[in-house]
């Protein structure tokens, strides 16, 4: 009997424009992470609550990661390459040039990030309006939505930026016509930031209800009036110019693209579970939660039919698995939270010498200091008389309050290490406890979510990971592989190639789960007590600002 020959294995490139940072890696087509890399991105901000970048910083990164995990591999086993990015407004002239988004009327920086909350003013407005568009946002929309920073350009830098822009795009989008010279744009993006709808499209009354009817008059040729589904390849693929700007081969398919919370959803959500005796084996994709956490988190669930949550964005049909339903829970500052508590801690710079002696992260030292002070206590009940409401950037989901604050209760006068460790060892409490707050409220109004899965870098603390099973109760399952998100750009890369049937085939194939973590439940009761102080928290704070604004 002869052997057949077996086919050469099929590559793609995936690639992640982050909040700080642009990431490239090569997945085969089986999951694999074959070679990735990572290059920092610039972020300025010139005053309070503003924070921009530049469209041609973020494309040269791009460029460099590309070349690098392509560097030695048989070209012609490239087969596509999908885009992922953060929802932030890039802005350019009729020539596709950079236009300054900032009163200093610097061109380069001509992208408003996505938690850039200048158009607090804006968004107010837009709300006030109750318009029907809102009702797929959760009631409310976010500050962090494009529609309130258009109103912001249009009404600050009427001149400079509005009237001479020719084309608005959310980054996702950008980057797709950078290598297509496509100006197509993702049904992920312009549903879940811009207000379209996949059976309606645009709607003119809200724009024009908002003040900017000019989107309208133009047949919305700036904000984008041809829309393709993730996945789905755009125009012929990568042009000469993008293919050797990027180090790929020209002509390979280009995928609409996802914001990149949705493709880290992609990468972990459709995972084959059978064998680890999970709750959501044998039940529809529709019994998961996909959480994102870096900077920011987001809780992605998905349902048959269109579930309205109150202060959960969504529902938004199609925008990350084709067919069914997308609300999108987030949490604005979670690992930059985590950062900001422990850098501000005078014990800082005695934590990064020990964790640097030791050769460990500064997480990893700090989870085992927490180890080395719980004595017999399980670690979490350290923290039974200090709690944080981790809103130090407004709330996002469930309460759409951008005013709220962050707050701590139990504090001592103690500096050391001791008290680092267990305000680090709150907070991160108080993020689980935050997303036990959004899975309620998800649940409460029709979802049935049995099993969390997690990816982003603070899926790689160990700690941020066990307090999320102990305090939603439910098990958390970790993808194989750690770049989940790029994983997901890649599966972009392969639905638009034509080597899957379906994107659903590509997650199934692609999407590997690795270790799972089971919450303890017998510290059931003890969390079921953080989480009504965490409750009392808020109401206080309103409360407070109640009194305060009686004065």
């Not at 995936?14 to 999951?31: H, N, P, Q, W």
């Not at 001509?110 to 009702?135: C, G, K, P, Y």
């Not at 959760?138 to 494009?146: A, I, K, L, T």
């Not at 959310?170 to 930031?193: E, I, M, N, Q």
Request: glycine residues 8%; proline residues 5%.
């Amino acid at each position: 009997m002869h052997s057949k020959k077996q086919a050469p294995v099929k590559y793609y490139v995936g690639i992640d424009v982050g909040s700080a940072s642009v990431r490239a890696a090569l997945v085969d087509e089986f999951g694999t992470v074959l070679a990735h890399a990572d290059q920092p991105i610039q972020i300025w901000e010139p005053q309070p609550d503003h924070y921009e970048q530049s469209s041609a910083d973020i494309w040269a990164a791009c460029c460099l990661v590309a070349k690098k995990v392509v560097c030695g591999v048989d070209a012609s086993r490239i087969r596509g390459v999908g885009f992922d990015a953060t929802c932030s407004l890039v802005v350019v002239d009729k020539q596709f040039q950079p236009l300054a988004v900032n009163c200093e009327g610097q061109n380069y920086r001509n992208v408003i990030m996505w938690m850039d909350h200048r158009a607090v003013s804006q968004v107010e407005r837009i709300n006030a309006t109750q318009h029907r568009v809102l009702s797929y946002v959760g009631g409310v929309m976010s500050v962090e939505m494009q529609p309130p920073k258009l109103l912001w350009i249009k009404e600050n830098l009427q001149e400079s930026c509005w009237e001479k822009a020719g084309y608005f795009f959310d980054l996702p989008d950008f980057l797709s016509w950078k290598a297509t010279g496509v100006t197509a744009r993702s049904l992920c993006t312009v549903v879940c930031k811009w207000t379209y709808t996949s059976d309606g499209g645009w709607d003119d009354t809200f724009w024009k209800i908002i003040g900017l009817e000019d989107l309208v008059k133009d047949k919305y040729e700036k904000i984008g009036n041809h829309v393709l589904s993730p996945g789905e390849p755009v125009g012929k693929g990568l042009t000469p110019e993008a293919a050797k700007d990027l180090g790929l081969p020209e002509g390979i398919a280009v995928a609409a693209s996802l914001i990149d919370a949705h493709a880290g959803g992609l990468g972990v959500i459709g995972a084959d579970v059978k064998g680890h005796n999970l709750p959501c084996e044998n039940q529809p994709i529709t019994s998961r939660v996909a959480m994102i956490c870096g900077t920011s988190s987001c809780h992605m669930g998905v349902s048959e039919t269109p579930i309205f949550v109150p202060g959960v964005w969504g529902p938004y049909f199609s925008a990350m698995v084709p067919g069914l339903w997308l609300n999108e829970g987030g949490q604005s500052a979670t690992g930059k939270l985590i950062d900001h508590v422990v850098q501000g801690h005078v014990a800082f710079p005695e934590l990064q010498s020990k964790a640097a002696t030791s050769a460990h992260s500064i997480y990893t030292y700090l989870n085992s200091h927490l180890d080395l002070i719980k004595k017999s206590l399980p670690v979490g009940f350290l923290t039974v008389d200090l709690h944080v409401w981790p809103d130090f950037h407004g709330n996002r989901s469930p309460l759409t309050d951008l005013t709220l604050k962050g707050m701590v209760v139990g504090l001592t006068l103690s500096r050391g290490l001791d008290e680092l460790a267990l305000i680090y060892l709150a907070t991160i409490q108080a993020i689980a406890l935050g997303t036990r707050h959004i899975l309620e409220t998800m649940q409460a109004a029709g979802h049935h979510i049995n099993t969390l899965f997690l990816c982003g870098g603070l899926s790689k603390n160990p700690l941020f990971v066990q307090m999320h099973a102990d305090i939603t109760g439910k098990p958390v399952v970790l993808s194989k592989e750690v770049e989940s998100v790029l994983v997901g750009a890649a599966i972009l890369g392969a639905c638009a190639s034509g080597d899957f049937a379906s994107l659903q085939e590509a997650m199934a194939k692609m999407g590997k789960i690795g270790r799972v973590v089971q919450p303890n439940h017998e510290h059931k009761r003890f969390y079921d007590k953080k989480y009504e102080v965490f409750l009392k928290l808020v109401e206080h704070q309103r409360e407070y600002r109640s009194i305060m604004n009686s004065f």
